[in-house]
C-alpha cells in the first residue's frame, strides 16, 4: 500500500499528460487558440515566414517593376511605347514601340507551339492510350528529362542544327539567325510540358469512360480522339497555355538563335528580337541606372509580366470552367 | 500435371451435378419431391457432353443467340472461369448469379471481348455467335462489340450532351440515317425520351443515377445490337430507379437477347426467363452449377448448391 501510493498520483499525472496529448492529436488547436508553447509559437512562425516569402518576393518584384515603369512614363509618352512599332532603344534617335518586341514574341511562341501541340498531343495520346506500361514507364520519363535541358543548349542547337537545315531549304539567303530556328526549338522544349501534363490529363479520365465507348464498338483511335481527349480537355488546354506561356517567357534559347533585330514583319525567315532578348541585351550593356535605356527595361518586363501573368489566369479559369466531375 | 489437372476438373463437374442432382429428390427442405425432377434428371439427354448441368430438354427447342463451350477465362497466371458451357437463348433475358467472386462479370465480358483491354486476360473455348466463334482472334473485337452491346455496373455516360452521348455509337459506326430520329428512338425505347426531350442539349452528367443508367441503355440500343450485356445494371441505383431498369429489360427482351449480371436474387427472379447459377470452388475459380429457366432454378434447382444459394444459405 504504502509503496504504492507515490505511483498513484505519478501515474495520474502521466495519464493526465498523455490524455492531453491526445486530446490535442484528436483536436489539433486553432492558430491563435493561445494554447501554444513558446517553441511551438517559434515553429508555428518560421513556418509562416517560409510560407509566405515567395509572395513577399513576388510582391516585391511587382512593386519594383511598377515603380520604374512609373519612372519611365514619366520620360516617355505613354503613346511612344504602346502605339508605335519601331523599336530603336540602343540608337541615338531612340524609339519605343513595343510592340516589335511583342511581335517578335508572340512569332516565337506560335511557331513553338505550331511545333509542340501536334508532338506533344501525339505523345500524349501514345502514352495514356496505347503505350504498354513498361514502356511508358520508361519513355515518361526521358520525355521529362528533356525540361531539364539547359535553354542555352537549345539555343546552340538551334545555331548548328536547325539554321542549317532551314538555309537547306529555303536558301543560303536566310540568315543563321532567324525566328523559324528559334521557334522550331522553343517548340521542342515546351513539348514535354504539353505532353507530360496533358497525359496527366488524359490518364485521369475514368477508365470507366473508356470501356463504355470500347463496349459500343469503338476503336482505340474512336476511344483516344473522341472520348479520352474532349473529356481531358480542360487538362489539355490548361497545359497548352502554360506551355505558350513559357515560350513567351524563354529567354536564352531566342537570345542566342532569334537574332537581334527588333522589327515587326511576318517573314519568320528574317531575324527578330523578343522581349526577353531586348531585356538580356540591355542588361548586358553597361547602361547607367538613371538612363531612360534602363528603365525601359522595367517597362518591357512589366509588359512581359502581365503577359504571362494573364496566360496563366486565363489557364487557371479554362481548367476550372471546363473540368469534368465524375462523381 | 496442368492437363491432368484440367481433365480431372472437367471431369469432376458434371458428375458433382449429377450426384446432387440426385440427392436433391431426397430428404431435403423441399417437401414432396416435384414431379418434373426426375423428368429433369432423365431427360438430360446430353446433346452435347459439355453442356452440363442444362436442361437441354427446355432449351433444345430454344433459338440461341449465343452457345459457349468450355470458356475459360484466365487473368495472368489465375484462372477466373473454368470449362463454362451454355445457351443464351435469344429474345429472353438470362440472369447470371452466384455469390461474389464466381465470375459473373467476367463470363459476361467474355460474350463481347471486353477482357481483350486487360492486359495478361485471355479466354479459351468457344462462343458460337451467327455460326462463328466469336473468341477466335481473327474475329474483328469491335466489329463483335457493335453487336453485343453492354451496359455497366455503374452508369458512365460521356461527359457530352444527352443528344450526342446517344449519337456516339452510331457516328463511330457510320450510320448515315435521320440521326434525330435515332436519337429520338432510342431515347423512347429506353424509357428516357419523355424525361428529357426538352433538354437534349444538356450533360449527359448532369441526370440522377437512374436517367443516367438508361441513357447508358439507350446509347447502347443506338447502335443496333442483337444482344444487351447488362453488368449488374441497377445496384448504385435506389429501389425506384431499379424498378423503371428492371421493367425496361422486361420489354427490350421483346427485341433483344439481353443477358443480365446480378447480386439480387429477388431481380433474377423478377427479370429473368433463364438463370445460370455460377460459384467459386476453393481455388476461386468460378464454374457453373446450372442453368435453366428461372422458375425452375427457382423452385426445383437440379443441383443442392443451387438451392442452399437460393433459400439465402451463402453468398
Not at chain 1, 502605339?83 to 513553338?112: D, N, P, Y
Not at chain 1, 507551339?113 to 526521358?142: H, N, T
Not at chain 1, 481527349?229 to 506561356?245: D, E, R, W
Not at chain 2, 447502335?223 to 425506384?240: K, T
Request: net charge negative; with cysteine; glycine share 8%.
Amino acid at each position: 500500500m504504502a509503496a504504492q501510493a507515490p505511483d498513484g498520483p505519478q501515474q495520474d499525472t502521466v495519464r493526465s499528460l498523455l490524455a492531453e496529448l491526445w486530446r490535442d492529436r484528436l483536436q489539433p488547436s486553432r492558430p491563435g487558440s493561445g494554447r501554444e508553447t513558446p517553441v511551438g509559437r517559434l515553429i508555428h512562425g518560421a513556418l509562416f515566414l517560409t510560407a509566405t516569402l515567395s509572395a513577399f518576393v513576388t510582391i516585391g518584384i511587382v512593386l519594383v517593376l511598377i515603380f520604374e515603369t512609373v519612372e519611365f512614363f514619366r520620360e516617355v509618352p505613354f503613346l511612344d511605347f504602346f502605339g508605335s512599332t519601331r523599336w530603336s532603344a540602343l540608337f541615338a534617335e531612340k524609339q519605343f514601340g513595343v510592340w516589335a518586341l511583342v511581335w517578335g514574341t508572340g512569332m516565337i511562341a506560335l511557331i513553338g507551339l505550331a511545333v509542340a501541340i501536334p508532338l506533344g498531343l501525339m505523345a500524349a495520346i501514345f502514352l495514356s492510350e496505347y503505350s504498354p506500361p513498361r514502356l511508358r514507364a520508361i519513355v515518361k520519363p526521358i520525355l521529362e528529362i528533356l525540361a531539364g535541358v539547359p535553354t542555352v543548349v537549345f539555343g546552340y542547337f538551334a545555331l548548328v542544327s536547325v539554321s542549317p537545315v532551314i538555309r537547306d531549304i529555303f536558301g543560303q539567303d536566310v540568315g543563321i539567325y532567324n525566328a523559324l530556328s528559334a521557334g522550331i526549338v522553343v517548340g521542342l522544349m515546351i513539348v514535354p510540358i504539353i505532353a507530360s501534363l496533358s497525359e496527366d490529363a488524359m490518364r485521369a479520365v475514368p477508365r470507366s469512360l473508356r470501356e463504355g465507348a470500347y463496349a459500343l464498338g469503338s476503336t482505340r483511335m474512336e476511344v483516344s480522339l473522341r472520348v479520352v481527349l474532349p473529356a481531358a480537355f480542360s487538362g489539355v488546354v490548361a497545359s497548352i497555355i502554360l506551355a505558350a506561356s513559357r515560350a513567351v517567357g524563354e529567354t536564352m534559347a531566342v537570345t542566342i538563335a532569334g537574332g537581334g533585330n527588333p522589327q515587326f514583319g511576318v517573314n519568320p525567315l528574317e531575324a527578330v528580337q523578343t522581349m526577353t532578348a531586348m531585356i538580356v541585351q540591355l542588361s548586358l550593356g553597361d547602361t547607367p541606372t538613371t538612363s531612360i535605356e534602363f528603365k525601359v527595361l522595367f517597362a518591357v518586363a512589366m509588359t512581359l509580366f502581365v503577359l504571362t501573368l494573364a496566360m496563366n489566369i486565363v489557364a487557371q479559369w479554362v481548367s476550372r470552367r471546363f473540368r469534368e466531375e465524375y462523381e | 500435371m496442368a492437363r491432368n489437372f484440367f481433365t480431372l476438373m472437367r471431369s469432376s463437374a458434371p458428375t458433382a451435378t449429377a450426384v446432387s442432382g440426385a440427392n436433391q429428390s431426397g430428404p431435403t427442405t423441399t417437401p414432396p419431391p416435384p414431379p418434373n425432377i426426375k423428368e429433369d434428371a432423365d431427360a438430360g439427354v446430353h446433346l452435347d457432353p459439355t453442356l452440363e448441368a442444362v436442361r437441354h430438354e427446355i432449351t433444345e427447342e430454344l433459338d440461341m443467340a449465343l452457345q459457349l463451350r468450355q470458356v475459360s477465362a484466365f487473368y495472368g497466371s489465375f484462372q477466373a472461369i473454368d470449362n463454362m458451357s451454355m445457351p443464351i437463348p435469344r429474345n429472353r433475358v438470362t440472369a447470371l448469379i452466384g455469390p461474389s467472386g464466381c465470375g459473373k462479370s467476367t463470363l459476361l465480358r467474355c460474350f463481347n471481348r471486353m477482357n481483350d483491354l486487360i492486359p495478361g486476360a485471355r479466354v479459351e473455348g468457344e462462343i458460337e455467335f451467327e455460326g462463328r466463334n466469336l473468341l477466335d482472334p481473327a474475329m474483328d473485337a469491335v466489329e463483335v462489340r457493335r453487336r453485343i452491346g453492354m451496359v455497366f455496373q455503374k452508369p458512365n455516360p460521356f461527359p457530352k450532351s444527352i443528344y450526342e452521348n446517344v449519337a456516339f455509337g452510331a457516328r463511330i459506326n457510320g450510320y448515315s440515317g435521320d440521326m434525330d430520329r435515332l436519337v429520338e428512338e432510342s431515347l423512347r425505347r429506353a424509357a428516357l425520351w419523355d424525361e428529357v426531350k426538352d433538354e437534349l442539349d444538356k450533360s449527359g452528367l448532369a441526370l440522377s443515377g437512374g436517367q443516367q443508367q438508361r441513357l447508358c441503355i439507350a446509347r447502347a440500343i443506338a447502335v443496333q445490337p442483337e444482344i444487351i450485356l447488362m453488368d449488374e445494371p441497377a445496384s448504385a441505383l435506389d429501389p425506384v430507379a431499379t424498378l423503371k431498369i428492371e421493367d425496361l429489360m422486361r420489354e427490350l427482351a421483346e427485341e433483344y437477347t439481353i443477358v443480365v449480371v446480378t447480386h439480387n436474387m429477388q431481380q433474377a427472379g423478377r427479370v429473368s426467363d433463364y438463370t445460370a447459377f455460377l460459384l467459386a470452388g476453393e481455388e476461386r475459380v468460378g464454374r457453373l452449377v446450372e442453368f435453366g429457366p428461372t422458375q425452375d432454378i427457382f423452385t426445383n434447382p437440379l443441383d443442392q448448391r443451387t438451392e442452399d444459394y437460393i433459400t439465402g444459405r451463402y453468398g
